[in-house]
């Protein structure tokens, strides 16, 4: 019998700052930030069934994310996108194919929005 579960619970992104990458990513997902560091590298965010988890270890150059590795879902992709340019957040491209559009976030992670 395989021992391993047909389920992934956490998604780790390198950042470079690990306190001002929780700020980031708290305000966007208007998430109230605590002060829990495990290990002081990193910050857990708990969403439905996925944890993301900012990493401060694991930051070079090279490990930052390029290609989006998931997506945060939303059910308006227009009011999404709009969202993000009220935050400023650096788009990657314009809607496509009326379903997503990708951003990065402050430390070059490239991410993902995505119309369920």
């Known amino acids: ?52 988890v900012l990493d401060s270890k694991i930051y070079r150059d090279e490990t930052i994310l390029k290609t989006p590795a998931f997506h945060f879902d939303t059910d308006n992709i227009n009011e999404a996108y709009q969202y993000m340019e009220n935050k400023e957040v650096e788009l990657l491209s314009e809607i496509q194919f009326g379903h997503f559009f990708n951003f990065k976030d402050p430390d070059g992670n490239h991410l993902m929005v995505c119309e369920r």
Do not use: S
């Not at 980031?24 to 590298?41: A, V």
């Open 1 to 52: 019998m395989n021992p391993l579960n047909k389920k992934i619970t956490a998604i780790f992104i390198p950042v470079k700052d690990i306190e001002k990458a929780r700020d980031w990513y708290c305000d966007l997902l208007d998430l109230e930030p605590n002060n829990d560091f495990p290990g002081g590298h990193l910050y857990v965010i708990e969403l439905d069934g996925l944890n993301v």
